[in-house]
């Protein structure tokens, strides 16, 4: 695993634009509380990130973990992570901010870890052979 020092993230943390210290606030909430049957993916629209927490467990608002403690603002939570979480949010950012409109990350928990997957689509083969528009064209 990439480690990175706790005071090298502190001083990128600084540097993160506030929509983005929000967004990764929240991913961090989700995977915390992500059990084992829960399966977290995190899509890239070309504008914003849109994470999808698929799960059996009935959620409501208030116990929805992206709404708890919402009083502390990203700076302050910030402030109170480990320093383990501190080198891992930063590997967080670089993995989402690489994704690409045709890939998906996935978050699954498995025991006490949390494994991700990079899956990328493919457009589906078309059995007619027709590539689009009218057939008398193609």
């Not at 967004?23 to 999808?52: A, C, K």
């Not at 603002?73 to 409109?101: C, I, Q, Y």
């Amino acid at each position: 695993m990439v480690s990175v020092p706790t005071q090298t993230a502190d001083a990128w943390w600084a540097g993160v634009p506030l929509p983005m210290k929000i967004f990764l606030q929240d991913l961090v909430r989700l995977l915390e509380d992500l059990r084992s049957d829960d399966v977290l993916t995190i899509r890239y629209n070309g504008h914003s990130f849109l994470p999808i927490l698929m799960t059996h467990r009935k959620l409501g608002a208030e116990s929805c973990p992206i709404n708890r403690g919402m009083a502390k603002g990203p700076d302050e939570w910030w402030g109170a992570l480990s320093a383990d979480k501190k080198r891992f949010v930063p590997l967080l950012n670089k993995s989402a901010t690489e994704l690409k409109l045709n890939e998906v990350l996935e978050y699954k928990a498995v025991g006490r870890m949390i494994q991700s997957s990079l899956i990328e689509y493919f457009p589906a083969p078309n059995p007619s052979g027709q590539v689009g528009g009218k057939p008398e064209l193609n």
